[in-house]
């Protein structure tokens, strides 16, 4: 099946910077990537979605500025949670869809901002 | 509004069969997904129906009837490591996933 790679899988930051999450298909080319936040005990929040070469689509509530997504290619799209806060801290995943169906979420990323 | 509900926690016994069920309103519908997530992982696929009937697969069989908004998923012969969380989702008419908040399964020896 369709392998999507996320990294890093753990990352710990000062209050104030910024962090990257990349997140990879490896065998396919995606076109569409989703970026999801989940809080401990509850379903996974979609934050944004991302299309090659566009400008991402944010969801209601989400702070672009803060929550930068870049899709330079079919294969990469990547997320950076810029001037951290400890609020921020959460499980960040992406998700690759294949065709209709969007099945195949990367390892995720736990952000822990102190 | 768009709605998936399912319960937040159920109990079975190792070796049992156990149902979770899912029930949704969603404006559209292009498929519905089983995800199962363990504590501190990404969700991982499960299974795919997009027409009424069952989707058999090893253990894991789920179910779906469009008509009735309804959807389950049946675990068979229970393991511990069937001990998760199990995501509901419902691909809506803009493609969407909307998602359910999940039901614990604890499964007991």
């Known amino acids: 099946g369709a392998v999507v790679s996320q990294h890093p899988s753990r990352v710990i930051c000062k209050s104030g910077t910024s962090v990257k999450i990349e997140c990879r298909s490896l065998?396919?080319?995606?076109?569409?990537m989703f970026w999801y936040r989940q809080f401990p005990k509850q379903s996974l929040m979609l934050m944004a979605t991302?299309?090659?070469?566009?400008?991402?689509?944010?969801e209601q509530g989400v702070e672009k500025d803060k929550f930068l997504i870049n899709h330079a290619s079919l294969t990469l799209s990547t997320l950076t949670v810029t001037s951290a806060h400890p609020e921020d801290s959460s499980f960040y995943i992406c998700?690759?869809?294949?065709?209709?169906?969007?099945?195949?979420f990367g390892q995720g990323t736990r952000l822990t901002v102190v | 509004g768009q709605n998936i509900d399912q319960p937040t926690e159920m109990t079975a016994t190792e070796g049992a069969i156990v149902q979770i069920n899912c029930t949704y309103q969603t404006s559209g519908f292009n498929g519905l997904f089983w995800y199962q997530q363990h504590a501190g992982e990404a969700p991982t696929f499960l299974s795919y129906n997009v027409l009424d009937g069952l989707e058999e697969k090893g253990r894991f069989s789920s179910f779906l009837s469009r008509s009735k908004g309804y959807s389950y998923l049946l675990l068979k012969e229970l393991q511990m490591k069937d001990s998760a969380s199990y995501l509901c989702a419902v691909m809506d008419s803009n493609y969407q996933l909307i998602w359910g908040a999940g039901t614990k399964l604890i499964i007991k020896p």
């Open positions: 991302s299309n090659e070469g566009s400008k991402a689509t944010y």
């Open positions: 998700s690759a869809r294949t065709g209709v169906t969007e099945a195949f």
């Open positions: 065998d396919f080319q995606a076109t569409t």
